[in-house]
T-cell receptor, first 114, second 113 residues
Framework: ETGVTQSPTHLIKTRGQQVTLRCSSQ?????VSWYQQALGQGPQFIFQ???????GRGNFPPRFSGLQFPNYSSELNVNALELDDSALYLC?????????????FGSGTRLTVV | DAKTTQPPSMDCAEGRAANLPCNHS???????VYWYRQIHSQGPQYIIH???NNETNEMASLIITEDRKSSTLILPHATLRDTAVYYC??????????????FGQGTTLQVKP
């Protein structure tokens, strides 16, 4: 098992800019999901990809988008950054087959928007 | 749309069992309960999960009430390294393969010497 790795670990962007965060899923996992965690809060679901298709989305605007690649790596893109987008962004991968499965989280990317 | 309620903080003496409660009274029949913990804003670490039956692994035990409206995470012998924020989570099902984790606010467990 290689675990879930995210890059970069920290990032500072200016309001209005665009950002791409990357995630490398655990080997053999077919599903990746992204979460946003504001300071002092629990993580909130952004969206999920299964076999390269988005198949679930939380209450986030369209300027949050993503991709999943054939090697199960993934990207989270955020356009027109706002100050409130400052948060820890977490990627989680899982092997979905049936209903009983777990999630492996990465260490996250800390995004600061100034 | 939080589905879990946890006490904001708890203390536990080192070497004693830590019992962390969670209410999930609106849980549906096919929704799993997960427990993760998070230390210093690192990524959440998996502890245990279950649907109806009690579960045990090398880290902890999960006790789910018969009506599934609440559960308790038990760390049998807490150590200082168990100090963390513990999240009780419900996985909500959407369309095919769209389970999403709904986190609550978590319980900050402080293990004291």
């Amino acid at each position: 098992e290689t675990g879930v790795t995210q890059s970069p670990t920290h990032l500072i962007k200016t309001r209005g800019q665009q950002v791409t965060l990357r995630c490398s899923s655990q080997s053999g996992h077919n599903t990746v999901s992204w979460y946003q965690q504001a300071l002092g809060q629990g993580p909130q679901f952004i969206f999920q990809y299964y076999r390269e298709e988005e198949n679930g989305r939380g209450n986030f605007p369209p300027r949050f988008s993503g991709l999943q690649f054939p090697n199960y790596s993934s990207e989270l893109n955020v356009n027109a950054l706002e100050l409130d987008d400052s948060a820890l962004y977490l990627c989680a991968s899982s092997f979905v087959q049936g209903a009983d499965y777990g999630y492996t989280f990465g260490s996250g990317t800390r995004l600061t928007v100034v | 749309d939080a589905k879990t309620t946890q006490p904001p903080s708890m203390d536990c003496a080192e070497g004693r069992a830590a019992n962390l409660p969670c209410n999930h009274s609106t849980i549906s029949g096919n929704e799993y309960v997960y427990w993760y913990r998070q230390i210093h804003s690192q990524g959440p670490q998996y502890i245990i999960h279950g649907l109806k039956n009690n579960e045990t692994n090398e880290m902890a035990s999960l006790i789910i009430t018969e009506d599934r409206k609440s559960s308790t995470l038990i760390l049998p012998h807490a150590t200082l390294r168990d100090t963390a924020v513990y999240y009780c989570i419900v996985r909500v099902e959407g369309s095919s393969n769209t389970g999403k984790l709904i986190f609550g606010q978590g319980t900050t467990l402080q293990v004291k010497p």
